[in-house]
């Protein structure tokens, strides 16, 4: 009965949608008060109606119903609790479900918490997103419906992809729609204030924080997808240039790049027209990630089971829904004139520069992804586009960004003194180049562009740090004062700060891991001892043993350094039964220094194991960094400014209603 | 300096439609993408001699497979497995062959039970002449077989003419394989 109280749910909740995208936008249009009103109950009617659908759901996984064929194809009784949970969103049917809760998540937030803003607007926002929901709801219901019967029942599912099966995994894509579907809100803001035709501090305002939520858990939702990779695979990497990959990395880089202009528009009244496109432009992107998964139109490894009916459907959502704003775009967007003046060298000129290099290094991202299908269909052609292609162009579009972002946050409102900010950024200056001389010191065999990449993640570190010092006037006013600063000064400021430097530390996880890694492949037998750098690793042994749901063996290697013990590795060769499959766990023991990294192959079959052995220096500082990125957007979160209602807006053009003339704090 | 965007904006309108053009090109691309398949690598085998095997029966099950046996007329292979979800959905199309008699099917049971897979073709029907059990997939390696469900049309003289891989729909049997072996008895070398 579950089964098909979930699948009313969703026709009932598809009504609602309906209703929600059409009435409260006319009454809007008409000044009709009672349909305005409409938006906030059918908002969160319509989340109570998908979160009972996706309970129903959940319900028959926990419980293995397997007269339910998603349930029956995705999900075994013998799997643990957890996975039986992740199951749910562990396939196509089930993630889309998850999606759409996300999406009636959002826009019941914004029905419950959208108290400051002004009802005719938040019943249009409410309208928009409630045709997201329509598209979405008919998607499910007409193409892949979570909730049909397979009758008879068989006795047991058919298990879900063991690869799947992982605590890092099981949370990924939760927390990747989060950010996806987050972006759903700068979306319909942006379409609600073009269907207005104004855009002004206040709406920036009000679009920054729901940017910031989605930018934070996407950074979390990339973060755990590539330790993952990391751990699970067994081949150390911890990002492929994959397809879906790079669908979910085009968003962030957009929505990075919308984070940053919505300051411009929020604080100064420019770059409106821009922002509010970026705000379209980071939705499709994630709109398209979801097209791509669901298409087979590319191969990747995170594909689903596809359907030529579904990649049709979503492929006329996706155009209507881009088409649709890009056409109101471009009708309205003329008529949005921006205020502020700036000269080239100040906040806002970095803040321009910052959109540019991470919107083209975005364009590069989509055109190497997509560029395997224009030739397909240009020439029939198959090729691949691999990690040269995006080292070679992504690599050098960033690295003026990045170098860039450490002088930002110096600059000034309107106009800024270049050299001024750089030296107030001394000890950041010295910082880096004393980072250059040890680096040089200690692998003075190269590679040569390890050397300044290491000295860059140093320079945005100590700049991050540097400013928020210039910011409490630490060692220039009595302590007193710059306690009194550091309690009063606003948590924005020490967003960027935090997520600057979290940048700077991923700059050199990245750069170090890569460049001084050890990597030793070798047949051994019980007792045999190999040296990986300054660690040597020996094989005590290898054992059989039965997990909840598969067979597995695991490896015992006793790693000491300097012939003192400093680890024991327990790495695991796993055989699924339901599906068959073998997956690999390796083992590693994270330090100070770095990853040790050991991983179990095959038998040879005369007592001796094929086995992968590591060492990463500071590989782990890129998942640390991304933490502290996404700390930084919930620091940011918290601002004062966000949680009081946004001012109320002032004339019909908008004006500028908070001109910061200098950096804050200052 | 003024907002370089704002101040084109008056001037040049159509500069408001880029965006728009853009996504649309990308869309039609995108569009012809849903009908390219680019996981229908071309398989080295097409138009090769099926691989040299020889298979067992599956357990209380007469024919087993080997090479011989799908030389002298066309014929399909299915690869098959009773974990195997999709075969599931595309076994009612192997049972209606089977009745119609058009073309003989045989099976290689892939990395399967035994008992599983007799069990599995006892519930859902038995569409296959011969079925050879590959429990090690050995045999499927040689044939290229990288999932499953992947069928293959045989021509009479025992060459690969065309794989298909996943599930097939009545469409692909319509439009491709029925066709297709038409045209070989008829002694025409369709290409895939």
């Known amino acids: 009965m579950t089964a098909e109280l979930g699948h009313f749910a969703l026709v009932l909740a598809l009504s609602v949608a309906l209703v929600q995208a059409t009435i409260p936008l006319l009454g809007a249009w008409r000044g009709d008060q009672g349909w305005i009103a409409l938006a906030r109950p059918a908002a969160v009617v319509q989340c109570l109606l998908i979160v009972i659908a996706f309970g129903a759901l959940m319900h028959a996984y926990i419980t293995s119903d397997f007269s339910v064929l998603n349930v029956a194809t995705n999900s075994h009784s013998a799997k643990p609790l957890l996975y039986k949970i992740s199951g749910v969103w562990g396939n196509h049917e089930g993630s889309l479900l998850l999606w759409l809760l996300i999406l009636v998540l959002f826009g019941a937030a914004v029905a419950v918490f959208g108290g400051n803003l002004p009802a005719p607007f938040r019943a249009r926002v409410l309208s928009v997103q409630a045709m997201i929901a329509v598209g979405f709801l008919a998607f499910v219901l007409f193409t892949s419906n979570p909730f049909e019967r397979l009758l008879p029942a068989p006795l047991d599912g058919r298990g879900l992809n063991p690869l799947l099966q992982d605590p890092g995994l099981a949370f990924h894509p939760p927390f990747l729609y989060l950010g996806y579907v987050g972006f759903s809100m700068a979306f319909s803001f942006a379409v609600a204030a073009l269907i207005e035709g104004r855009v002004d501090a206040a709406w920036a305002r009000w679009v920054r924080p729901w940017t910031l939520a989605a930018w934070c858990f996407l950074t979390t939702g990339i973060a755990l997808g590539s330790w993952w990779a990391y751990y699970e695979l067994g081949w150390g990497g911890w990002w492929f240039w994959d397809p879906v990959e790079n669908a979910s990395f085009m968003p962030w880089l957009a929505g990075t790049a919308l984070l940053h202009s919505a300051v411009v528009v929020e604080k100064r009244d420019s770059l409106k027209n821009w922002t509010v496109l970026l705000a379209i432009v980071t939705f499709s992107l994630s709109l398209l990630g979801t097209f791509l998964v669901r298409s087979g139109v590319l191969t990747s490894v995170h594909a689903f089971a596809t359907d030529p009916a579904r990649g049709i459907f979503i492929l006329a959502f996706l155009i209507t829904v881009i088409a649709g704003s890009l056409t109101l775009y471009a009708i309205r967007a003329p008529a949005m004139k921006g205020g502020g003046l700036f000269a080239p060298v100040s906040r806002e000129g970095g803040l321009v520069l910052n959109n540019l290099l991470l919107s083209t290094a975005c364009a590069t991202v989509l055109l190497g992804t997509l560029y395997p299908l224009f030739l397909d269909a240009v020439t029939g052609e198959k090729i691949t586009v691999g990690p040269p292609y995006f080292n070679a162009t992504f690599g050098p579009l960033m690295l003026p960004a990045l170098i860039a972002m450490a002088v930002g946050p110096m600059l000034h409102w309107k106009r800024a003194d270049l050299t001024g900010a750089i030296q107030r950024l001394k000890f950041a200056i010295v910082a880096a180049m004393a980072a250059l001389f040890v680096t040089l010191v200690m692998a003075h065999d190269g590679p040569w562009l390890a050397i300044p990449g290491i000295a860059l993640g140093v320079w945005m570190i100590a700049a991050a740090l540097e400013e928020a010092a210039y910011r409490l006037r630490l060692f220039r006013a009595p302590a007193g004062e710059s306690l009194r600063r550091l309690l009063r000064s606003p948590r924005s400021a020490w967003g960027t700060t935090f997520a600057h430097a979290g940048a700077g530390m991923v700059i050199i996880g990245i750069v170090a891991s890569s460049a001084w890694q050890v990597e030793k492949l070798q047949i051994m037998r019980t007792g045999d001892v190999v040296a990986v750098g300054d660690f040597s690793f020996k094989f005590v042994g290898a054992s059989p043993f039965r997990g909840p749901n598969y067979s597995a063996v695991s490896g015992t290697f006793q790693v000491s350094r300097n012939g003192n013990d400093f680890a024991t590795l327990k790495p695991e060769s796993r055989n699924y039964q339901d599906p068959p499959m073998e997956t690999t766990e390796a083992a590693i023991r994270t330090g100070w220094g770095g990853d040790l990294y050991a991983v179990i192959g095959d038998p040879t079959g005369d007592g001796a194991w094929s086995t992968r052995f590591y060492h990463k220096p500071m590989i782990h500082w890129i998942w640390m960094g991304a933490l502290i990125m996404m700390l930084g957007g919930l620091v940011s979160l918290s601002d004062r400014r966000h949680r009081v209602g946004a001012p109320a807006r002032r004339g019909a053009a908008g004006r500028p209603l908070n001109v910061a003339k200098s950096p804050a704090g200052e | ?192």
């Open chain 2, 1 to 192: 300096m003024s907002n370089p965007i704002a101040e084109q904006g008056s001037r040049r309108h159509w500069l408001r439609l880029v965006p728009l053009v853009i996504a649309l090109v990308i869309g039609g691309f995108l569009f012809a993408g849903l009908n390219l398949r680019p996981k229908e690598i071309p398989s080295v085998l097409i138009g090769k001699a099926v691989p040299d095997f020889e298979l067992p029966p599956l357990p209380g099950r007469p024919r087993g497979l080997t090479t011989a046996d799908l030389k002298g007329e066309v014929s399909l292979v299915n690869v098959f497995a009773s974990w195997c979800v999709s075969c599931r959905a595309e076994h009612p199309l192997f049972m209606k062959l089977q009745a119609s008699g058009v073309v003989p099917v045989h099976g290689l049971n892939y990395k399967d039970e035994g008992s599983a897979a007799m069990g599995w073709l006892r519930r859902h029907g038995d569409p296959y002449d011969r079925v050879g059990a590959d429990l090690k997939g050995r045999v499927g390696i040689d044939w290229g077989v990288y999932g499953v469900p992947e069928t293959f049309l045989v021509s009479a003289e025992g060459r690969i003419v065309c794989k298909h891989i996943g599930p097939i729909m009545q469409r692909d049997l319509d439009d491709k394989l029925l066709p297709f072996i038409k045209a070989l008895r008829e002694g025409g070398t369709p290409q895939c």
